[in-house]
Nanobody, 115 residues
């Protein structure tokens, strides 16, 4: 499984971005969920949002009401719509896919929010 993330960039506080992550390889019924994580300098990687193959979404408290995770099964693509961005959202964002007990990671995309 390969994951290719895109959509990061520099945005002012209050702005919006949409991240995309396209999965390729063995995408089958063993895929359990996909997710976005982020890691800011000096911090541990943290879960931002996840979505099961059944469509059930879960969000970190810090992003609830501002971020929306979604997926297009036909395109094997995961999205993260981010609005009302804050400087503290600045991080490298990684997409994640869980297939069985194996986790796969994309290369990360930088999101920088200026104040």
């Amino acid at each position: 499984v390969q994951l290719q993330a895109s959509g990061g960039g520099l945005v002012q506080a209050g702005g919006s971005l949409r991240l995309s992550c396209t999965a390729s390889g063995i995408i089958d019924s063993l895929v359990r969920s996909m997710a976005w994580y982020r890691q800011a300098p000096g911090n541990e990687r943290e879960l931002v949002a996840s979505i099961t193959m059944g469509g059930s979404a879960n969000y970190a408290d810090l992003v609830k009401g501002r971020f929306t995770i979604s997926r297009d099964n036909g395109k094997n693509t995961l999205y993260l719509q981010m609005i009302s961005l804050r400087p503290e959202d600045t991080a490298v964002y990684y997409c994640n896919l869980l297939r069985g007990r194996t986790a796969y990671w994309g290369q990360g995309t930088q999101v920088t929010v200026s104040s």
